[in-house]
């Protein structure tokens, strides 16, 4: 059986080159080995001014990864001034990518920025700097955990843990938060006060606010994470064959 092809969008930054800073396609390879581990084929989407509409046409499934804020400009708020790394083109590819990736009904993993973009598409806002007891910002190693979450009974992040706790340890990268919750949306894992990750009731949306990538090599609920993504995707594959 051959690999779903996953679209994993990837942020566009300024980094030094041999030909001076230029603005280049980054992405964490653990995004596309964690994909590959899980049997899938991952295709990384670097920005583009102006995307194709048929940009998904033999994409299977969407990540949306993590990295620097969304303009504030996208929900109606003037930035704070932690507001750091937005790159409006980015913003604007990927909510292409996710308006077509709703209108193709294709399964979404969205992390961490990836989260929050889904939130304010469906029209959430965000905490722009969390104010918290737990530190939300890890300086352990990333394949370590900071906090623990606790997962809602009954929810697709609870089956694809697959424990009998409703309790896990993740790791944490993020100053932000969601505040109102987008249309569609539920709360499937909070941590204290601070909304750790959303499902969608319309659509076949996971997202989660830590990066369970680093931590899939080393911990088997993170990667069932993955796995249960690549299997949506490969499932699709075979409903329109």
């Not at 990864?65 to 604007?92: C, K």
């Not at 109102?180 to 601070?194: P, Q, Y």
């Amino acid at each position: 059986m051959s690999r779903p092809l996953i679209g994993v969008s990837a942020a566009a930054e300024e980094l030094p080159t041999a030909f001076g800073p230029k603005d280049c396609t980054k992405l964490n390879t653990a995004y596309t080995n964690a994909i590959y581990a899980a049997g899938g084929q991952p295709v990384i989407l670097p920005v583009t001014l102006d995307p194709p509409a048929d940009l998904l046409d033999r994409i299977d499934g969407l990540m949306l990864t993590g990295g620097g804020d969304l303009d504030p400009e996208l929900y109606g708020e003037p930035p704070d001034p932690t507001v750091y790394g937005v790159r409006r083109d980015r913003d604007a590819f990927e909510v292409a990518l996710y308006q077509e990736a709703m209108r193709r009904e294709l399964p979404v993993l969205a992390i961490c920025r990836g989260m929050q973009l889904v939130n304010v598409l469906r029209g959430g806002n965000l905490i722009q700097e969390l104010e918290t007891e737990h530190d939300h910002w890890q300086t352990n190693p990333s394949h370590e955990h900071s906090h623990h979450i606790t997962t809602t009974p009954g929810s697709r992040l609870a089956e694809i843990f697959g424990s009998d706790l409703d309790v896990a340890p993740v790791n944490s990268y993020h100053h932000q938060g969601l505040r109102n919750l987008g249309s569609g949306l539920v709360v499937t894992a909070m941590c204290g006060d601070v909304i750790e990750a959303v499902e969608a009731t319309d659509a076949d949306i996971l997202a989660v606010q830590w990066h369970p990538e680093h931590m899939a090599p080393h911990d088997h609920r993170q990667f069932a994470l993955f796995s249960a993504f690549v299997a949506r995707a490969a499932d699709r594959i075979s409903t329109i064959a």
